[in-house]
């Protein structure tokens, strides 16, 4: 016997992808126990009650629904105050997700998480993933979940080659689990995702900071001649840049140890304390004004981006051998 889904749920965050599989199991588990569900999904500003009514009204038919509530955020307390009312007396054969971002700056956004939790909805936390450890995490879960398993060496790798898009990363590990037979490892990433790491701006800004003119620039040709964002490579570079800062400034040490003191992963640290040799507390200075400028320079404040980010390159490699 197929257990009936779960009538309402909360999905609470704003990490896309994680939001996307939320809803994708509410109407999984809605076709579970109809194979005829179907999905509809609506942003609250474009819903009104009477049609929110229409949306969760049994139909003739009893078909199983599964009806997305999205942005709840901005939800207004008319639309609200509709909501709680469903819940009430909510119809059978009917699932209700609501997504919510977990701010809101009306008293019934901010209120109707709380609301919903009280109505016993199914809850779905997806937080942005902002802190290399969480990235890793997630990584380490996307290759279990396709059956495979990827070392510490394998992991940088990856995160290296394809940067911090969850949507890449996930692609990227399942394809890897399927490329590889399921053991991925620093020699498989770079096999299977050569000159993929040209396309991110991590290999221009690990051949800025490693003082490789030739290499950097090169690397810099290609990301821009595939187009990767100004943006985007620009914080590649101020990312190294910071990193060896703040690891040089710690001091040499076990990164086992400074991992929690820097907020950073052992594998980082570790990282930038190799890239460190060679850099002066002058030359980190300079380099961090460089990185500085050009934020400001690729988010508008140059004519032409594309000189701003070789100029800073080419800075950055200079400011290498300042002491």
């Given at each position: 016997m197929t257990t009936a889904p779960a009538?309402?749920?909360l999905v609470t965050g704003e990490e896309e992808l994680l939001i996307e599989r939320a809803v994708r199991a509410a109407l999984d588990a809605a076709k579970a126990a109809d194979p005829t569900a179907d999905l509809t999904r609506m942003r609250v500003s474009d819903l009104t009650p009477p049609l929110l009514a229409e949306l969760v009204s049994p139909s003739l038919f009893a078909e199983?629904?599964?009806i997305v509530l999205e942005s709840a955020q901005d939800i207004s307390q008319e639309l609200s105050d509709a909501v709680l009312a469903y819940l009430k007396a909510p119809a059978e054969g009917i699932v209700?997700?609501?997504v919510h971002s977990g701010g809101g700056r009306s008293k019934a956004a901010k209120a109707l998480p709380g609301a919903l939790k009280k109505s016993g909805a199914e809850i779905t936390e997806c937080p942005k993933l902002t802190k290399p450890a969480e990235r890793e995490a997630f990584v380490r879960n996307e290759v279990r979940r396709a059956g495979g398993k990827i070392d510490g060496a394998g992991l940088l790798a990856l995160l290296d080659s394809v940067g911090s898009d969850l949507r890449e990363l996930s692609s990227a590990a399942t394809q890897l689990v399927a490329d590889t037979g399921g053991a991925i490892d620093e020699q498989a990433v770079r096999r299977y995702h050569t000159g993929r790491a040209d396309v991110t701006g991590f290999a221009v800004a690990e051949k800025a900071v490693a003082g490789d003119r030739a290499a950097a620039l090169e690397s810099l040709r290609w990301?821009?001649?595939l187009g990767v964002p100004h943006v985007l490579v620009a914080d590649a570079l101020a990312d190294a840049v910071r990193t060896i800062a703040r690891v040089s400034a710690a001091g040499r040490g076990n990164p086992n140890q400074m991992a929690g003191e820097l907020g950073m992963p052992?594998?980082?640290i570790r990282k930038a304390q190799g890239q460190s040799r060679?850099?002066?507390a002058d030359g980190l200075a300079e380099a961090m004004?460089?990185?500085a400028r050009l934020n400001a320079d690729v988010k508008g404040?140059?004519?032409?981006?594309?000189y701003a980010l070789q100029r800073a390159v080419l800075d950055v490699v200079a400011a290498k051998g300042d002491r």
């Open positions: 009538p309402l749920h199983g629904r599964v209700l997700v609501v990301a821009m001649q052992p594998w980082k060679g850099w002066g004004r460089i990185v404040a140059a004519a032409d981006s594309n």
